[in-house]
């Protein structure tokens, strides 16, 4: 033991004298101006002055706690104490002091304080959470205590704490056992702060299937307690997880956004105050749209209504047409003779005249972007593994030497048109090719054009540098080429330029968390440094009983022991077959990989240093394993390092700790070990992570809305904007037309009816029920016999009601009716194929496509129930929801896939030779097993390379040696040949295959395709650090076992030689272990943040949040219930779905439609309801009135009385009268959206169809009103003088009558005249005035 070399005695931490003695010198220092700072401050402050702030009594205490440390310290390191007694990881809270930092700025010291008082806001549901959780663990006490034995512990220890659980046993009730393969679980229900853990890990929702599935296996045989496992974890999961863990974090995340939308409401505030009432008077007057009469109008124009229409064409944002007018023209300045692009071309140099009308041709950019997308499919084709003289592989990179130069002169005739730099013409007469709004239109003036001229760059220095192996590496840039199609593309645009406005605004959380991240990696650095390593010992030759041996007078760890332990070698080969230990340089390159016992760290990482510790505690935050890191790290020995972390102490076996001697010790800290993980998990994960996604959520949703407008507007017009969308993207609904033959009528009652859709709706349910009960069970044919009748007869019985189904509605509809609908559509498509299934399985004739395939189809029936849900009004709303996200998501998608190609194309061209093993990309054919002679080889690399591409030997003579046919492989001991057990290679997976746990044939970086779904897999953060620990450097855990840096494929010859690359991380050497480290790391990092959190988590779900809160939320002046409830009474008047109704249906429509749009059940006069026509000011066309006309008007009256009543109750709350003072209308600001909206409204369906107006619905009604009574009065007059003159013969009666009636038709057409002119000049008032009016009829 003596000769084991360490860098440093265990009195210096095995650290390097040197090392130990500077960091202790650094120590001493910092402490003493810590102190010193204490002093000054308590002199110059006073004791009392001082302690008023926390901050100094934090600081004091870190002081007194770190002077401790030092005096102890001393004492030991004179010999006066033999060992500090201060308690482990004390000594770490010094790195709280690093919390100060965050204070010394403003924006983190906001964000801070939002952090802090954010707790307050939730305080009462994490009383509510931490019940729940007392609640649950006291329950799983009841359910499961005793029946899951600890594994640090034995059964026996079980069964003395809980002999009831245990006295099933002698009854034969059951047994508890474990499966050696499987290991103990080390979550248990025995105590209580051991289930209270247990519900922390499952409320976290990481592997909480796990602990079922332990729960289960331990309690499934009682049958007193059989089913408990199954309600108790999916009650706790639904209600601690989902429910009240979910609504603790949406509470924090809220109050955080309100801090932050104060601060940013104060900051604004305050510049607007610093700038003074200098600007207010120099600003000019905002330009508002409103709506009335059907149209959106300027501010400044007329209110015209009922016979004066506004004619008002789309007004210009940027100018009036006026002032556009008299503002005197600006000649263009004359080109500047100093303005040379590139030093070579003036601006009427015909040259660049040329390149300037060519790049701006729409065909130019279009050929150019097509370029782009070619040659991004040619980057994913392109694989690494081809050999430099397979065909494909030469085409590509001719095909590339090509692309590359038409992008190189892409870029150089934008350099000539606008300059290289910076350009100072502006458009002139004589070169009108540059934008008269630009200031600096030159070539790098623009991010996205710098953007292209750098992908330009890496493709000419990778084609400069395709024979330098030293920086292949670097070819790996080429996969940003992709990311000139954003450039190209305006929606991808805006959701780029937007991302990236948004990312700043977090800048302030990302510090506060990267300052919390450090302060708990030093904690954990201090705690747990030197204490998770194991002795690696591949065929369990050895054992080291975790622990401080005591021999004699001497302490040994357990590195040290295992550092003493004989040595072997194991049997492994390269892929030419030559085993590694013949290798000549064996002894400095491939040692690693073979020589065992060896001391390494777990593969999940290590505490070891603070770049590590960083990694491991960011890996836990995001919550990808923490249970197995937890766990490992409370069996860590509390005092000594380089112990293997086992869970027994020497105290919990009495003194001795699995040997008879006692020779073992070992102590432990699992309940503060579990305390800091959970407190980081809350921190961490809980609040900071989640924080950071909320701020990027809700910056993105700001920008968003500063770019359509609606940021600059108040709350009303925002929610009227949005309303307005609503409004016009929806369509009247329809109802079918009866048929004219008399014997269809019954027919298409009955089709239409509620009724018959609930018949058939109980078809499909009972039709799926039925296909539910098909199973496959080979151990009973006669049971799968009987089953497969009844499935076909019940399928045959089926097909025969929706065949019925089918010819009833065809019967009452009509063909053209029928196949009107997309569902009626989709139920015959699905009629044929069940006809199809049926006709072959009568035929038992095998369908060209899988018959399981068709009747899955059959079940999209179950859909339908979604039209019988009418009443279902929250999945209306999701479902409108869903609808309305979907541009926004598709752009969104878009980018996902984009950046997830890129990075595919980033992890193939660097890591596609991870973990490799011959014979993994296909190319071996294995012929019959005839292992037993010697000389056959049942396995053959029978591709041939030019014709594949297969990353085999491009030699005829050197292939790559298949593990199959390698002595003593598993392939031939499978097929009988005996060998010794030394004798076997080795490989890490069974099969003889390199494949670890997590990089392995389902996930790996070996072809672009499953690059792209191992991407995807890691983007929903399913196990991603374990594929990224894969890809680290072979001393990384026991990554040597699967690979060497002989043993990837063959791609090329060097001298008529083969190059065998390396199968070990990127493959960059032994000496780059540490960049191959941060390489993995900064992809990984950058791919989860970005895909996972960001986009996924963070812009995913927002668009949908956002959306369904503005769709469902109730606090809206109309919601969506409110619209589909006018959507059904407009169909009683509109059955054809025309979108238009008679005027005089208005009354009617208004009088039947609920609150807010209708009148509802509230009883009004005549007088009211025309009063209520006047407000609403809707136009008639020639006697019909528009859908969403009628719509807008009602919804905007519906907001104007909620802005009211508000403004009423406000007066109220000051004590102030009601001036009687109404807003008639919603003004909104000239903006995008707004514009946008506007000129939609003009635009909707049958506008242009029908007859323009002249003059309102209340106008048409009021003269039809007076028609009617007038005629009624002129008829009653008529037949009264008619019974006077009862003496007059027959036919001087009727010439009578015909006078009367001519006489009444000039009069009603003189009264219209003058009614029409009488309502115009009512609708002229204004709008303050309306409200005092009478209309007396």
Same mark, same amino acid.
């Given at each position: 033991?003596?000769?084991?070399?360490?860098?440093?005695?265990?009195?210096?931490?095995?650290?390097?004298?040197?090392?130990?003695?500077?960091?202790?010198?650094?120590?001493?220092?910092?402490?003493?101006?810590?102190?010193?700072?204490?002093?000054?401050?308590?002199?110059?402050?006073?004791?009392?002055?001082?302690?008023?702030?926390?901050?100094?009594?934090?600081?004091?205490?870190?002081?007194?706690?770190?002077?401790?440390?030092?005096?102890?310290?001393?004492?030991?390191?004179?010999?006066?104490?033999?060992?500090?007694?201060?308690?482990?990881?004390?000594?770490?809270?010094?790195?709280?002091?690093?919390?100060?930092?965050?204070?010394?700025?403003?924006?983190?010291?906001?964000?801070?304080?939002?952090?802090?008082?954010?707790?307050?806001?939730?305080?009462?549901?994490?009383?509510?959470?931490?019940?729940?959780?007392?609640?649950?663990?006291?329950?799983?006490?009841?359910?499961?205590?005793?029946?899951?034995?600890?594994?640090?512990?034995?059964?026996?220890?079980?069964?003395?704490?809980?002999?009831?659980?245990?006295?099933?046993?002698?009854?034969?009730?059951?047994?508890?056992?474990?499966?050696?393969?499987?290991?103990?679980?080390?979550?248990?229900?025995?105590?209580?702060?051991?289930?209270?853990?247990?519900?922390?890990?499952?409320?976290?929702?990481?592997?909480?299937?796990?602990?079922?599935?332990?729960?289960?296996?331990?309690?499934?045989?009682?049958?007193?307690?059989?089913?408990?496992?199954?309600?108790?974890?999916?009650?706790?999961?639904?209600?601690?997880?989902?429910?009240?863990?979910?609504?603790?974090?949406?509470?924090?995340?809220?109050?955080?956004?309100?801090?932050?939308?104060?601060?940013?409401?104060?900051?604004?505030?305050?510049?607007?105050?610093?700038?003074?009432?200098?600007?207010?008077?120099?600003?000019?007057?905002?330009?508002?749209?409103?709506?009335?009469?059907?149209?959106?109008?300027?501010?400044?124009?007329?209110?015209?209504?009922?016979?004066?229409?506004?004619?008002?064409?789309?007004?210009?944002?940027?100018?009036?047409?006026?002032?556009?007018?008299?503002?005197?023209?600006?000649?263009?300045?004359?080109?500047?003779?100093?303005?040379?692009?590139?030093?070579?071309?003036?601006?009427?140099?015909?040259?660049?005249?040329?390149?300037?009308?060519?790049?701006?041709?729409?065909?130019?950019?279009?050929?150019?972007?097509?370029?782009?997308?070619?040659?991004?499919?040619?980057?994913?084709?392109?694989?690494?593994?081809?050999?430099?003289?397979?065909?494909?592989?030469?085409?590509?990179?001719?095909?590339?030497?090509?692309?590359?130069?038409?992008?190189?002169?892409?870029?150089?005739?934008?350099?000539?048109?606008? &300059?290289?730099?910076?350009?100072?013409?502006?458009?002139?007469?004589?070169?009108?090719?540059?934008?008269?709004?630009?200031?600096?239109?030159?070539?790098?003036?623009?991010?996205?054009?710098?953007?292209?001229?750098?992908?330009?760059?890496?493709?000419?220095?990778?084609?400069?540098?395709?024979?330098? *192996?030293?920086?292949?590496?670097?070819?790996?840039?080429?996969?940003?080429?992709?990311?000139?199609?954003?450039?190209?593309?305006?929606?991808? #645009?805006?959701?780029?330029?937007?991302?990236?406005?948004?990312?700043?605004?977090?800048?302030?959380?990302?510090?506060?968390?990267?300052?919390?991240?450090?302060?708990?990696?030093?904690?954990?650095?201090?705690?747990?440094?030197? *204490?998770?390593?194991?002795?690696?010992?591949?065929?369990?030759?050895?054992?080291?009983?975790?622990?401080?041996?005591?021999?004699?007078?001497?302490?040994?760890?357990?590195?040290?022991?295992?550092?003493?332990?004989?040595?072997?070698?194991?049997?492994?080969?390269?892929?030419? &077959?030559?085993?590694?230990?013949?290798?000549?340089?064996?002894?400095?390159?491939?040692?690693?990989?073979?020589?065992?016992?060896?001391?390494?760290?777990?593969?999940?990482?290590?505490?070891?240093?603070?770049?590590?510790?960083?990694?491991?505690?960011?890996?836990?935050?995001?919550?990808?394993?923490?249970?197995?890191?937890?766990?490992?790290?409370?069996?860590?020995?509390?005092?000594?390092?380089?112990?293997?972390?086992?869970?027994?102490?020497?105290?919990?076996?009495?003194?001795?700790?699995?040997?008879?001697?006692?020779?073992?010790?070992?102590?432990?800290?699992?309940?503060?070990?579990?305390?800091?993980?959970?407190?980081?998990?809350?921190?961490?994960?809980?609040?900071?992570?989640?924080?950071?996604?909320?701020?990027?959520?809700?910056?993105?949703?700001?920008?968003?809305?500063?770019?359509?407008?609606?940021?600059?507007?108040?709350?009303?017009?925002?929610?009227?904007?949005?309303?307005?969308?609503?409004?016009?993207?929806?369509?009247?609904?329809?109802?079918?037309?009866?048929?004219?033959?008399?014997?269809?009528?019954?027919?298409?009652?009955?089709?239409?009816?509620?009724?018959?859709?609930?018949?058939?709706?109980?078809?499909?349910?009972?039709?799926?029920?039925?296909?539910?009960?098909?199973?496959?069970?080979?151990?009973?044919?006669?049971?799968?016999?009987?089953?497969?009748?009844?499935?076909?007869?019940?399928?045959?019985?089926?097909?025969?009601?929706?065949?019925?189904?089918?010819?009833?509605?065809?019967?009452?509809?009509?063909?053209?009716?029928?196949? #009107?609908?997309?569902?009626?559509?989709?139920?015959?498509?699905?009629?044929?194929?069940?006809?199809?299934?049926?006709?072959?399985?009568?035929?038992?004739?095998?369908?060209?496509?899988?018959?399981?395939?068709?009747?899955?189809?059959?079940?999209?029936?179950?859909?339908?129930?979604?039209?019988?849900?009418?009443?279902?009004?929250?999945?209306?709303?999701? +479902?409108?929801?869903?609808?309305?996200?979907?541009?926004?998501?598709?752009?969104?998608?878009?980018?996902?896939?984009?950046?997830?190609?890129?990075?595919?194309?980033?992890?193939?061209?660097?890591?596609?030779?991870?973990?490799?093993?011959?014979?993994?990309?296909?190319?071996?054919?294995?012929?019959?097993?005839?292992?037993?002679?010697?000389?056959?080889?049942?396995?053959?690399?029978?591709?041939?390379?030019?014709?594949?591409?297969?990353?085999?030997?491009?030699?005829?003579?050197?292939?790559?040696?298949?593990?199959?046919?390698?002595?003593?492989?598993?392939?031939?001991?499978?097929?009988?040949?005996?060998?010794?057990?030394?004798?076997?290679?080795?490989?890490?997976?069974?099969?003889?295959?390199?494949?670890?746990?997590?990089?392995?044939?389902?996930?790996?970086?070996?072809?672009?395709?499953?690059?792209?779904?191992?991407?995807?897999?890691?983007?929903?953060?399913?196990?991603?650090?374990?594929?990224?620990?894969?890809?680290?450097?072979?001393?990384?855990?026991?990554?040597?076992?699967?690979?060497?840096?002989?043993?990837?494929?063959?791609?090329?010859?060097?001298?008529?030689?083969?190059?065998?690359?390396?199968?070990?991380?990127?493959?960059?050497?032994?000496?780059?272990?540490?960049?191959?480290?941060?390489?993995?790391?900064?992809?990984?990092?950058?791919?989860?943040?970005?895909?996972?959190?960001?986009?996924?988590?963070?812009?995913?779900?927002?668009?949908?949040?956002?959306?369904?809160?503005? +769709?469902?939320?109730?606090?809206?002046?109309?919601?969506?219930?409110?619209?589909?409830?006018?959507?059904?009474?407009?169909?009683?008047?509109?059955?054809?779905?025309?979108?238009?109704?008679?005027?005089?249906?208005?009354?009617?429509?208004?009088?039947?439609?609920?609150?807010?749009?209708?009148?509802?059940?509230?009883?009004?006069?005549?007088?009211?309801?025309?009063?209520?026509?006047?407000?609403?000011?809707?136009?008639?066309?020639? &006697?019909?009135?528009?859908?969403?006309?009628?719509?807008?008007?009602?919804?905007?009256?519906?907001?104007?009385?909620?802005?009211?009543?508000?403004?009423?109750?406000?007066?109220?709350?000051?004590?102030?009268?009601?001036?009687?003072?109404?807003?008639?209308?919603?003004?909104?600001?000239?903006?995008?959206?707004?514009?946008?909206?506007?000129? *939609?409204?003009?635009?909707?369906?049958?506008?242009?169809?029908?007859?323009?107006?002249?003059?309102?619905?209340?106008?048409?009604?009021?003269?039809?009103?007076?028609?009617?009574?007038?005629?009624?009065?002129?008829?009653?007059?008529?037949?009264?003088?008619?019974?006077?003159?009862?003496?007059?013969?027959?036919?001087?009666?009727?010439?009578?009558?015909?006078?009367?009636?001519?006489?009444?038709?000039?009069?009603?057409?003189?009264?219209?005249?003058?009614?029409?002119?009488?309502?115009?000049?009512?609708?002229?008032?204004?709008?303050?005035?309306?409200?005092?009016?009478?209309?007396?009829?």
């Amino acid at each position: 033991l003596e000769d084991i070399p360490t860098l440093g005695g265990k009195d210096t931490d095995y650290l390097a004298p040197a090392h130990y003695w500077t960091l202790f010198g650094f120590n001493v220092f910092f402490t003493l101006a810590f102190i010193v700072e204490a002093a000054i401050k308590l002199v110059g402050l006073g004791v009392r002055r001082y302690a008023r702030d926390p901050l100094n009594v934090f600081d004091f205490t870190i002081v007194a706690i770190s002077t401790a440390e030092l005096l102890l310290d001393l004492l030991v390191v004179a010999g006066v104490a033999p060992r500090s007694p201060i308690p482990p990881g004390f000594s770490a809270l010094r790195a709280l002091r690093i919390l100060r930092l965050c204070l010394l700025f403003p924006g983190t010291r906001r964000t801070l304080l939002a952090f802090l008082r954010s707790f307050g806001a939730v305080r009462y549901l994490l009383l509510l959470l931490l019940l729940a959780m007392v609640i649950f663990s006291l329950w799983g006490m009841e359910f499961f205590a005793g029946y899951y034995p600890k594994p640090w512990f034995n059964q026996y220890w079980t069964s003395a704490n809980y002999p009831c659980a245990f006295a099933d046993v002698e009854r034969g009730g059951f047994e508890i056992t474990w499966s050696e393969e499987d290991g103990y679980p080390a979550n248990n229900f025995d105590t209580f702060w051991g289930a209270f853990l247990s519900v922390f890990v499952v409320i976290s929702g990481e592997n909480w299937n796990e602990i079922y599935y332990d729960q289960h296996t331990a309690t499934s045989t009682s049958w007193e307690k059989r089913g408990f496992a199954l309600a108790y974890f999916i009650i706790l999961f639904i209600v601690a997880n989902l429910i009240i863990f979910n609504l603790f974090i949406g509470i924090i995340l809220d109050a955080v956004n309100g801090e932050e939308d104060d601060d940013i409401d104060a900051d604004a505030g305050a510049a607007v105050g610093a700038k003074g009432s200098v600007d207010d008077a120099n600003k000019p007057k905002e330009r508002m749209y409103y709506y009335s009469f059907g149209s959106y109008k300027m501010g400044d124009e007329s209110d015209t209504t009922a016979d004066g229409p506004d004619e008002v064409s789309e007004p210009s944002v940027r100018e009036p047409a006026a002032a556009a007018r008299k503002r005197p023209r600006q000649s263009h300045p004359a080109p500047s003779s100093s303005d040379r692009s590139l030093f070579l071309f003036s601006s009427d140099n015909l040259v660049r005249r040329g390149a300037a009308r060519l790049v701006a041709m729409p065909a130019f950019e279009s050929f150019i972007f097509a370029l782009i997308i070619f040659s991004s499919v040619l980057l994913g084709v392109d694989w690494p593994g081809w050999h430099e003289d397979y065909w494909l592989k030469r085409t590509i990179a001719g095909i590339d030497v090509a692309l590359t130069a038409i992008f190189i002169f892409e870029a150089l005739l934008k350099s000539i048109a606008f &300059g290289f730099l910076n350009l100072k013409v502006r458009s002139t007469p004589s070169f009108p090719y540059v934008s008269v709004r630009s200031t600096c239109p030159a070539y790098l003036a623009s991010g996205w054009n710098r953007l292209d001229f750098a992908v330009v760059l890496i493709s000419i220095v990778s084609l400069a540098t395709a024979g330098v *192996k030293e920086v292949a590496a670097f070819r790996a840039l080429r996969a940003l080429r992709p990311l000139r199609l954003i450039a190209r593309s305006e929606n991808m #645009k805006v959701v780029i330029a937007t991302l990236g406005a948004a990312l700043p605004s977090v800048s302030k959380f990302l510090t506060v968390f990267i300052t919390f991240i450090l302060v708990f990696a030093i904690i954990f650095v201090q705690m747990f440094g030197g *204490k998770l390593g194991y002795c690696l010992d591949p065929l369990e030759m050895y054992s080291v009983t975790p622990g401080v041996s005591v021999i004699g007078a001497q302490r040994v760890s357990d590195y040290e022991e295992c550092m003493a332990l004989p040595k072997y070698n194991l049997t492994r080969y390269d892929t030419l &077959g030559e085993r590694l230990t013949d290798k000549e340089d064996w002894a400095e390159t491939y040692r690693l990989f073979t020589e065992f016992p060896q001391w390494t760290n777990p593969s999940f990482g290590n505490f070891d240093n603070l770049g590590t510790a960083m990694l491991l505690l960011f890996e836990v935050a995001a919550l990808e394993g923490w249970p197995d890191v937890m766990f490992a790290v409370m069996g860590a020995d509390a005092a000594q390092k380089y112990v293997s972390p086992y869970w027994l102490t020497t105290k919990q076996a009495d003194g001795k700790l699995l040997t008879p001697n006692g020779e073992e010790e070992h102590d432990t800290l699992p309940w503060l070990t579990a305390f800091l993980f959970v407190l980081w998990i809350v921190l961490g994960c809980f609040v900071l992570l989640n924080m950071v996604i909320g701020v990027v959520l809700d910056s993105f949703n700001r920008m968003q809305q500063e770019n359509e407008g609606l940021a600059m507007m108040t709350d009303a017009q925002s929610d009227w904007v949005k309303a307005q969308k609503e409004i016009i993207a929806k369509r009247p609904l329809k109802k079918p037309s009866p048929p004219r033959q008399a014997w269809r009528l019954p027919y298409f009652r009955l089709v239409c009816s509620d009724a018959f859709d609930l018949v058939v709706m109980a078809v499909i349910v009972v039709n799926t029920i039925f296909m539910m009960v098909d199973i496959y069970e080979p151990n009973s044919p006669s049971t799968l016999q009987s089953l497969w009748r009844l499935g076909f007869i019940s399928n045959c019985v089926f097909f025969g009601l929706y065949s019925l189904e089918m010819l009833l509605k065809w019967m009452g509809l009509g063909l053209r009716q029928y196949f #009107k609908d997309a569902w009626n559509v989709f139920d015959f498509s699905l009629v044929i194929i069940t006809a199809v299934d049926i006709a072959f399985a009568s035929m038992q004739t095998e369908l060209p496509i899988p018959g399981g395939v068709l009747r899955v189809v059959r079940l999209l029936r179950v859909v339908r129930v979604l039209r019988l849900l009418k009443r279902a009004k929250q999945l209306q709303t999701i +479902i409108a929801t869903v609808r309305v996200s979907m541009p926004g998501l598709r752009n969104i998608g878009l980018l996902m896939c984009l950046l997830m190609y890129i990075f595919a194309i980033f992890f193939t061209q660097l890591y596609w030779a991870t973990n490799y093993t011959p014979g993994n990309f296909g190319q071996t054919t294995c012929t019959a097993p005839n292992a037993s002679a010697a000389a056959a080889e049942p396995c053959d690399t029978s591709f041939d390379n030019k014709a594949s591409g297969a990353p085999v030997a491009f030699n005829a003579d050197v292939r790559e040696a298949l593990p199959q046919n390698l002595p003593c492989s598993y392939f031939r001991q499978v097929n009988g040949e005996v060998c010794a057990a030394d004798e076997a290679p080795y490989y890490f997976s069974s099969a003889d295959s390199n494949w670890g746990e997590s990089l392995n044939r389902h996930a790996n970086f070996q072809s672009l395709s499953i690059a792209f779904l191992t991407l995807f897999r890691c983007a929903t953060g399913e196990s991603f650090n374990l594929i990224m620990h894969d890809l680290f450097p072979p001393d990384w855990g026991d990554n040597m076992l699967r690979c060497c840096p002989t043993c990837g494929p063959v791609v090329d010859y060097e001298g008529g030689e083969p190059v065998v690359l390396s199968s070990c991380g990127a493959g960059w050497g032994a000496s780059t272990g540490v960049l191959e480290t941060l390489l993995a790391v900064s992809l990984f990092f950058l791919y989860y943040v970005l895909l996972g959190y960001v986009i996924l988590n963070g812009l995913f779900i927002g668009v949908i949040v956002d959306n369904f809160t503005n +769709i469902g939320s109730d606090n809206s002046d109309v919601t969506l219930r409110d619209i589909e409830a006018f959507r059904t009474v407009w169909l009683r008047y509109d059955e054809k779905g025309s979108f238009v109704v008679s005027s005089q249906n208005l009354l009617a429509i208004l009088q039947q439609l609920p609150q807010p749009l209708g009148v509802g059940d509230r009883t009004r006069s005549r007088a009211d309801l025309l009063a209520l026509l006047a407000e609403l000011n809707i136009p008639d066309h020639g &006697g019909y009135i528009h859908f969403n006309e009628t719509l807008t008007a009602l919804s905007q009256r519906a907001f104007c009385e909620r802005l009211n009543h508000e403004r009423l109750a406000r007066r109220q709350e000051r004590g102030l009268e009601d001036d009687g003072v109404r807003l008639q209308r919603i003004e909104v600001p000239v903006c995008e959206a707004t514009t946008v909206v506007r000129r *939609k409204l003009t635009r909707m369906p049958v506008l242009s169809k029908i007859e323009k107006p002249t003059h309102s619905a209340l106008t048409n009604y009021l003269v039809s009103l007076l028609q009617s009574r007038w005629r009624s009065y002129a008829m009653r007059r008529l037949y009264e003088d008619e019974t006077a003159d009862a003496g007059h013969s027959q036919e001087e009666a009727v010439a009578r009558l015909l006078q009367a009636h001519d006489r009444l038709v000039q009069s009603e057409d003189r009264l219209a005249a003058l009614e029409q002119q009488r309502a115009h000049r009512a609708m002229a008032v204004p709008a303050q005035r309306r409200g005092e009016d009478t209309i007396i009829v």
